[in-house]
């Protein structure tokens, strides 16, 4: 193999992934491996060619077909096999996007549903890349990242031609692995994944290496994920060594200053990060189930978490998997400052308010088996959801392994109403107390709803047991949760999350509970 494939395969999988490619290989159910892939005899003349037939339906598509649900349309991008990664919207609304197996750029304009595809002639034939990071500049140019060739490419959207910039490599670092873009007025931030720093370009290059400001990560950790920028100019971002924790940084351009703060116990990869309208920091953690925001005035994490993904998503034919988890990758805020972020192995895209303290997950219609613990089971896997980006109501997402692109509209109504008696209940050790959750159907449901929860504190010190977890709802109901804490528990501040699914949608009612 060569080395360059060496270098997509044990790298660029590691970060496509982080861990849930280690779980599904470990675990033995993962039936594409790509160390596998070389290019078939019979050529197709299609980018499918880069993978042998045997691996085509775990990396091209596993259903020629698109779906959609009340909430979710999907798209077919028309050359086969094109990966489509990372995704933005320009002034105009149309979408841009990646695709990690051909080099080009992807343009979809919603107002006549068509893709145009260009051609990139400075690719070389045969090659992939991650490219995670695109971002439409103020200038009318496309930027996206290039984690194969260490390199920032320009497209221009007028002439479309292609440009692109060697990306420095740290001093002291074997590799580098420019990863997600995000703006900053004229200047564009990317991540160097493994190269352990934040990097800051103008959008006016010239020449073919990119000129940068580097900025250090701070300790001897192995990864340095997602940037954001508040209103002070300051930057914040994460590092972290996986199953050892990180840090969440904050950086300070004017002086240079660093403040670092420990991350909770149990976010293991802390890759999202975005500031909400009130300042505090939200970052996204891809080896649990759990989100966490850090307010800056008193400097201390929140925790919360994820209601446990739909059996379809994961399967468990083997009935290894013990404690499913959704695994939140990346999130933005949306401009009614709702908080969104893909999950990547529940096949879903959530919205949690931090106002109303409400989580919604939607379900992804297309499903890859090759991906999950399937088996023989049918309407089961996931699609690779590794990217989204909001538009006003409208979030755009590709999905990897499926070939296609797809669009969530947040404005059609949701089937129920989920509300909680209160969202604050103070215990002490030995206390119980009940939650009433009201459900209103806000339509003819067909089928029953499912009442699911989990807690951010340690089952040995919070039990949550709701009085039915299985209800066929006509009309409005009122179910009883039960909050009891353990005569030993730690005293602290928790959050439960209280979910009710029906199909495609589940609708969550966060209760923050403190025991003294």
């Known amino acids: 193999m060569k080395k360059n494939a060496k270098k997509l395969l044990a790298v660029g999988f590691m970060a496509v992934f982080v861990i849930s490619t280690i779980t599904v290989v470990g675990a033995g159910y993962f039936k594409g491996n790509p160390q596998t892939s070389v290019t078939p005899a019979a050529s197709t003349g299609t980018p499918e060619d880069h993978y042998s037939p045997d691996k085509w339906t775990t990396f091209c598509q596993s259903d020629n077909e698109t779906h959609s649900t009340k909430y979710i349309s999907e798209f077919k ?18 979408v841009w996007f990646t695709e990690t197996n051909t080099g080009n750029i992807g343009e979809f304009n919603p107002i006549t549903d068509s893709f145009q ?3 990139n002639p400075l690719w070389q034939k045969g090659e992939k890349s991650m490219t995670w990071g695109i971002q439409y500049a103020p200038d009318g140019n496309i930027w996206f990242s290039d984690s194969q060739h260490n390199l920032i490419w320009k497209f221009d ?20 692995f420019p990863q997600i873009l995000k703006p900053d ?8 994944f493994t190269g352990r720093k934040i990097s800051i370009f103008s959008t006016n290059q010239t020449g073919t290496d990119l000129n940068t400001i580097n900025i250090l990560s701070p300790g001897n950790y192995n990864f340095t994920s997602d940037m954001t920028v508040d209103s002070a100019g300051k930057i914040w971002y994460t590092v972290w060594t996986y199953q050892l924790g990180g840090l969440l940084v904050n950086y300070d351009p004017s002086t240079s200053q660093f403040a670092n703060y420990t991350l909770p116990t149990g976010i293991l990869a802390p890759n999202g990060i975005s500031i909400g309208p009130s300042g505090k920091i939200w970052i996204t953690d891809t080896a649990s189930s759990y989100f966490v925001s850090f307010d800056p005035q008193s400097q201390q994490f929140t925790k919360y978490i994820t209601v446990p993904p739909p059996i379809s998503t994961y399967g468990n034919a083997s009935g290894l998997i013990k404690t499913p988890i959704t695994r939140p990758y990346w999130n933005q805020f949306d401009d009614q400052g709702r908080l969104w972020f893909n999950e990547q192995v529940a096949n879903s895209l959530a919205m949690f308010d931090p106002v109303k303290k409400s989580l919604v997950e939607y379900l992804v219609p297309s499903k890859n088996p ?13 699609a690779q959801v590794l990217y989204f980006t909001v538009a006003h109501n409208k979030v755009w997402f590709p999905e990897w392994v499926e070939n296609n692109i797809g669009v969530l509209d947040s404005t059609v109504p949701l089937p129920l109403g989920v509300n909680a008696s209160t969202t604050n209940v103070i215990l002490h050790r030995g206390q119980n107390e009940t939650v009433d959750i009201t459900l209103n159907p806000n339509e003819q449901l067909n089928g029953t709803v499912e009442v699911m929860t989990q807690e951010t ?20 109901e009122t179910i009883p949760i039960n909050l009891s ?9 928790y959050n439960v999350v209280v979910g009710v699914r029906y199909q495609d949608v589940t609708e969550s009612q966060f209760i923050t509970v403190t025991i003294q």
């Open 77 to 94: 991008i028309p050359t086969l096999c094109t990966q489509p990664l990372s995704i933005t919207t320009d002034p105009s609304g149309n």
């Open 485 to 493: 804490a353990d005569y030993f528990a730690l005293s602290g501040t």
């Open 157 to 176: 959207t007028q002439t479309k031609n292609y440009s692109s910039f060697i990306y420095p490599r740290t001093a002291n670092q074997s590799e580098s």
């Open 457 to 476: 504190a340690s089952t040995q010190d919070l039990r949550v047991t709701p009085s039915d977890k299985i209800i066929a709802l006509s009309k409005q």
């Open 185 to 192: 007025g004229s200047d564009i931030l990317v991540n160097d």
């Open 117 to 119: 595809e260009f051609n």
């Open 370 to 382: 090759n991906w999950s613990d399937c088996g023989n089971q049918t309407d089961c896997g996931v």
